[in-house]
């Protein structure tokens, strides 16, 4: 389990300062050019030889940008092939919505015009993945590019963007990183940076700057606050094992993060697992949906742990009310001695939504939320069960939330831990009476297709608002 850590450089005289923005700027510039190099086929061992001899680098710096380069095309291939599919999918979601016969004048107009939008964006991804080529990469990020052509910000500045940062992978033979290692004396901790080599000697100079590293102590009671990163990279510094360093100039600062495998100093062993019960947890914008039940499938009880600031703060703000939350749902499952079960989802963006909906989702970080989460378990000893999160908000609605009183959130949690254990969600029969004409060919069909076709007919008749304001009156309740 990797981590990193977001280190600082408080103390850079002028001359460290100068040396170290004179290889940044020499190292992205090596990016660059590595990138256009295997963009034209050239091979691997070919370009780094060249970037060593014509930049400077030593062979380690000069192989660290050529992989920089080649995991940026490699990325920019993936990201191609998934804006093509979500594209597709949008598409065919419009032309579904098209045969419809009850659409107005005004809203197949709308909808047309949203179509060719759809359809010029697919055919931009389909010409890249036929000529095998990625879309225009800008080092720098696009925005400022776009201030930069706007005049809104100067060259230097444009410039310094491009400039900002150096990479360095670590080497077990090495005693962990050989051209950003980091240095610790007993009294105070260091960066040792490989420079750029002298002409005279064609050897690289290094320097050591000072290092801070995080660590909060209280002040009350003098002990540390949250997780000690300081000694926890003092710990993966004494086994010599490969660490990955990339210092980046932010504001005339420096910042080094740093990244270890945590599994090298701590053993993190499975207490806590799904033999005495589970936790079902329902992930949304505003919080955790918790739902424990017992090992037969049965409700225990329920929570919600809600952080409506989820959906406004900033990133980093919204980074550490995430783990927050995760910590919380872990020492709720501490509390229960149960496993924990979460939604195995896949992030795409394969959904054709309103634009309020399109803001909530774009702030809401699932995978931030269940990765913290995830982490939060293993360190916690719970045993964490993903399960596949098709139906589980609608049979909630449909099944558990009446018949416990549960908030729909809470009953999807229900869902989620119960198929954890493996147990079937079979349609009650009174909305096989109520919503199912053909109860032979019904149920022959898979238990999620059931589903879909209550979801159907309750969706036709108003969807979930109109279930959960008659749904009294269509069991029959009253």
Not at 60 to 88: F, G, H, M, P
Not at 425 to 446: A, Q, T, W
Request: glycine fraction near 6%.
């Amino acid at each position: 389990m990797k981590i990193t850590v977001k280190a600082f450089l408080p103390e850079v005289d002028e001359c460290a300062d100068q040396a170290i923005s004179d290889l940044m700027k020499v190292f992205c510039g090596a990016v660059r050019y590595s990138f256009k190099r295997l963009l034209e086929s050239e091979k691997i061992g070919d370009i780094e030889k060249t970037v060593a001899a014509n930049y400077g680098l030593n062979i380690r710096q000069a192989k660290d940008a050529v992989e920089e380069a080649r995991q940026v095309i490699a990325s920019q291939r993936e990201l191609l092939k998934l804006n093509y599919e979500n594209a597709t999918k949008k598409v065919k979601a419009l032309d579904k919505i098209l045969e419809q016969d009850n659409l107005t004048e005004r809203k197949r107009k709308g909808l047309m015009k949203k179509l060719d939008k759809r359809k010029r964006r697919q055919a931009y991804y389909a010409k890249f993945i036929g000529s095998g080529t990625i879309p225009p990469v800008v080092f720098g990020t696009k925005a400022l590019f776009i201030k930069r052509c706007k005049g809104q910000i100067s060259h230097e500045e444009w410039r310094a963007a491009r400039s900002n940062r150096v990479y360095s992978r670590g080497d077990k033979t090495k005693c962990g990183n050989p051209n950003l290692r980091v240095i610790d004396d007993g009294n105070k901790t260091f960066l040792e940076i490989s420079t750029l080599g002298r002409t005279d000697t064609n050897r690289a100079v290094k320097i050591q700057t000072p290092l801070y590293l995080p660590r909060k102590l209280s002040k009350k009671t003098g002990k540390i606050n949250g997780r000690d990163y300081k000694n926890m990279v003092f710990d993966y510094l004494r086994t010599g094992e490969a660490y990955q360093v990339e210092l980046i100039k932010k504001n005339s600062g420096y910042y080094c993060h740093i990244t270890i495998d945590e599994a090298k100093i701590r053993e993190y062993k499975t207490v806590y697992t799904g033999h005495c019960g589970m936790v079902g947890v329902d992930t949304n914008p505003d919080g955790f949906g918790l739902t424990v039940i017992s090992k037969d499938g049965n409700l225990i009880e329920s929570t919600y742990i809600k952080q409506p600031e989820l959906q406004y703060a900033r990133s980093d703000r919204r980074e550490n009310l995430c783990e927050e939350m995760a910590k919380q749902v872990v020492e709720y499952a501490q509390k229960h001695e149960c496993g924990v079960a979460i939604e195995d989802l896949k992030f795409k963006d394969d959904k054709d939504v309103g634009r309020k909906f399109s803001r909530i989702k774009h702030q809401f970080i699932y995978s931030s939320l269940l990765s913290a989460l995830e982490t939060a378990c293993i360190r916690g000893g719970i045993e964490v069960t993903k399960v596949k999160p098709q139906f589980t908000s609608k049979i909630g609605l449909y099944k558990y939330c009446h018949q416990y009183g549960l908030y729909v959130h809470n009953a999807a949690a229900m869902v989620i831990a119960r198929r954890a254990y493996g147990y079937k969600e079979r349609v009650p029969i009174i909305l096989k009476d109520k919503f199912v004409k053909y109860k032979n060919s019904f149920e022959e069909k898979s238990e999620w297709a059931q589903w879909a076709i209550i979801n159907k007919q309750l969706k036709e008749k108003g969807g979930t608002g109109f279930w959960i304001r008659n749904r009294k009156q269509i069991l029959g309740l009253v």
